[in-house]
């Protein structure tokens, strides 16, 4: 029996510590994501969900701003063509997304 640093005894009759996750439990990210197909479709959907999020917050933005110099005289904001930059990126990863979980599955 060795003395641990608090003074209190510790038993190593067991051998080396494993972590809980070796001992047949599952890991923090297959807790989030799942396991075999399950975990395929978790990310593909959280890719979806992503990128839906970063393309309505860049469109708040853009919103925002040209809500908040509307008034300037020096610049004329172009709420349009700046929406659909924004969209045109984010809409093919979209469609990606789309494409690979409700494609055709062939083994």
Not at 58 to 78: A, G, L, M, Q, T
Request: aromatic share 12%; hydrophobic share 40%; proline share 4%.
């Amino acid at each position: 029996m060795a003395t641990k640093f608090n003074g209190q005894p510790q038993d190593n009759s067991q051998g080396s510590h494993r972590p809980k996750y070796s001992q047949g439990g599952r890991g923090s990210i297959t807790n989030i994501i799942g396991t075999g197909s399950n975990a395929k479709h978790s990310i593909a959907t959280i890719v979806l969900v992503v990128c839906f999020a970063i393309g309505f917050i860049v469109s708040i933005f853009v919103i925002v701003n040209y809500w908040c110099f509307r008034d300037c005289e020096n610049k004329v904001p172009d709420i349009t063509g700046d929406l659909k930059v924004i969209w045109e990126i984010v809409t093919p990863v979209i469609t990606l997304v789309l494409g690979y979980e409700f494609g055709k599955y062939e083994k």
